[in-house]
């Protein structure tokens, strides 16, 4: 199944102008404040509706939809306000502008200290990720739940793969779903900001050859990060609410930090009866200050 994506290569602005169409032709009139009127063919408002509400000329807004132009946050924060964006849109959108298009490159490390917070939080789970979401580091409680990274090839030792192409998530995750979907959003969001990132182009690749995740992705749904409570059904211990903690890497940027903590005592409970071991993993392209070959354990 194919789904609209902005072609590796392409200028971010393709994506902004296909974006915001997208969410110009899901609004009404009457949602924008407008009289419905008689014999309207365009779905949603026109081009010259959105242009004169948010201030400015309509050739400007059209070449902004058709990605010729850049434009500045307080244009853009105009036309979020017209086409009623919600904050994870709203921010999405403003990621577009120029000076905040590039962020600056992870390190392919993951330091020492970090390494043991993550193993210190066994029972559990715990994660280091990078930008692309692929897993750098992680515990032995976070492969009791899931699955030991370590034993999948290294292209698939990412968040978004196991979520949607590792076929016990379906699963595992109770509310498959709304979690799948949320996680998209933040995904696309992130990946708009990299067009040119290889990385990413390949994950959006491996990504639409799911049909879920084709549909929803052509539907260029974006999120922001949520706190939130996770249900899984374990096949070892039943079921857990965890609560699902992301903290960025201050010292090493571009690393998030992420935990799953009990949000009661049944889950808690669970957690412990689970077999793990004390050692930390680590993916091919994570070490101790430098790059190592080869994923191992620290102890």
Known sequence: MSAARTPPGAFPQYELGAFLRSRRERLT???????????????????????????????????????????????????????????????????????????????????????????????????????HWDLLAWNAGYAALLTDPARLHPKQRNLLWLVFRWPPARTLLVDWEDDARALLGQFRSRAARRPHDPRFAELVDELLSDSDAARWYERRETAGFQPSVRRFRHPGVGELRLRYVKLAAVDEPGHHFLAYLPDDQVSEDALRRMPVSRETGRGDSASVNSPCPTARSVP
Not at 80 to 96: G, I, Y
Request: proline share 9%; charged share 25%.
């Open 29 to 131: 009139p009457r949602e924008a404040g407008l009289p419905d009127g008689p014999g309207r063919r365009t779905p949603g408002l026109r081009r010259a509706e959105v242009a004169e509400l948010a201030g400015i000329s309509l050739s400007w807004y059209t070449w902004l939809e058709q990605g010729r132009v850049r434009t500045s946050e307080q244009v853009l924060r105009a036309v979020a306000r017209v086409l009623r964006l919600d904050a994870a849109e709203t921010a999405h959108v403003l990621s577009f502008v120029e000076e905040n298009r590039q962020p600056a490159d992870a390190p392919t490390w993951v330091s020492r200290n970090l390494l043991s917070l993550v193993q210190v939080m066994t029972p559990h789970p715990a994660v280091v990720l990078d930008p």
